[in-house]
Nanobody, 131 residues
Framework: QVKLVESGGGSVQPGGSLRLSCVTS????????MAWFRQAPGKEREGLAT?????????AGSLAGRFTIAQDNTEGENTLYLQMNDLKPEDTAMYYC???????????????????????WGQGTQVTVSA
């Protein structure tokens, strides 16, 4: 059973940093596309960053280099990270990690993928940025 569990959200002042984690388990695949999304109240789910199993990364242009996606594979668990720096009030949202399994990494899009491409999701972790 594929499982994604996010953690690391919280409340932070503007200019602060947070690192989100997403532990994934329960699958084997020749390739995968992994991503972080966020959704603020009343807004559509927004793609932030994508990481493919061959190491390709893509970011939404609106992030201006403030966010970094990374992963770590240890003992059968793959953990996806999102390092967020210089946080702004407009970054307040629920943050989700997502996964889709593919025959090879080349099946992942070159840019940030749409949420409809993904069929495995975590439960979300809330990030609130306020003074």
């Amino acid at each position: 059973q594929v499982k994604l569990v996010e953690s690391g959200g919280g409340s932070v002042q503007p200019g602060g940093s947070l690192r989100l984690s997403c532990v994934t388990s329960g699958y084997t695949s020749l390739g995968s596309c992994m991503a972080w999304f966020r959704q603020a109240p009343g807004k559509e789910r927004e793609g932030l960053a994508t990481l493919t199993s061959d190491g390709r990364k893509a970011y939404a242009g609106s992030l201006a280099g403030r966010f970094t996606i990374a992963q770590d594979n240890t003992e059968g668990e793959n953990t996806l990270y999102l390092q967020m720096n210089d946080l702004k009030p407009e970054d307040t949202a629920m943050y989700y990690c997502a996964l889709r399994l593919v025959p090879a990494a080349r099946y992942c899009s070159r840019g940030v993928e749409r949420s409809t491409e993904y069929n495995y999701w975590g439960q979300g972790t809330q990030v609130t940025v306020s003074a």
